[in-house]
T-cell receptor, first 115, second 112 residues
């Protein structure tokens, strides 16, 4: 199916464990993004990627690692999960035409609970 | 630092009324503006974008942009209970490494 998909939809993990959230898009969009969304904070950018093998930090990158070996995949890893990382995580890709952006399309999200 | 501010909510309107959602931004270089709708427990969904001063209409939705005053608004005519959601304003400064800056959103409730 065309689009952007995230997995898993729900995840419960223990403090200190490593967790990887997956994101896959079928459009070959260059730009991809990871956000977390928490009550009172809105959407906060964790990491983004301009192309395969090009990634950069957003506003809240600590405790997270990303990679992008292929254009279509952009996994997010929590190296050692903490309770403060309990959140809803959204992956997004950006549709561009030259320097003009048509905005982001978001995946369905992953609800992560760290106990 | 780029900021996007949305007027405080929540906003409650009766069914059939016009809902007016406002957003101001600080970066005068902002060139594209987006409105996303997010239902509870769902991901944000793009409903409108605008990049020229003036109004842009799409069905019951109208986006209004005033770059001189640095505000963008979303009007929802004939509001329906199904419009009840959180609406996120986002702005974009065109360029290769630019990213959308989101407001925190405003929650709209349409009373039957």
């Amino acid at each position: 199916d065309a689009g952007i998909t995230q997995s898993p939809r729900y995840k419960i993990t223990e403090t200190g464990r490593q967790v990887t959230l997956m994101c896959h898009q079928t459009w070959s969009h260059s730009y991809m993004f990871w956000y977390r969304q928490d009550l009172g904070h809105g959407l906060r950018l964790i990491y983004y990627s301009a192309a395969a093998d090009i990634t950069d930090k957003g506003e809240v990158p600590d405790g997270y690692v990303v990679s992008r070996s292929k254009t279509e995949n952009f996994p997010l890893t929590l190296e050692s999960a903490t309770r403060s990382q309990t959140s809803v995580y959204f992956c997004a890709s950006r549709r561009d035409r030259g320097f003009f952006s048509y905005g982001y399309t978001f995946g369905s999200g992953t609800r992560l609970t760290v106990v | 630092q780029k900021e996007v501010e949305q007027n405080s909510g929540p906003l409650s309107v009766p069914e059939g009324a016009i809902a007016s959602l406002n957003c101001t931004y600080s970066d005068r270089g902002s060139q594209s503006f987006f409105w996303y709708r997010q239902y509870s427990g769902k991901s944000p969904e793009l409903i409108m974008f605008i990049y020229s001063n003036g109004d842009k209409e799409d069905g019951r939705f109208t986006a209004q942009l005033n770059k001189a005053s640095q505000y963008v608004s979303l009007l929802i005519r004939d509001s329906q209970p199904s419009d009840s959601a959180t609406y996120l304003c986002a702005v974009f400064v065109d360029g290769a490494n630019s990213k959308l800056t989101f407001g925190k959103g405003i929650t709209l409730s349409v009373r039957p």
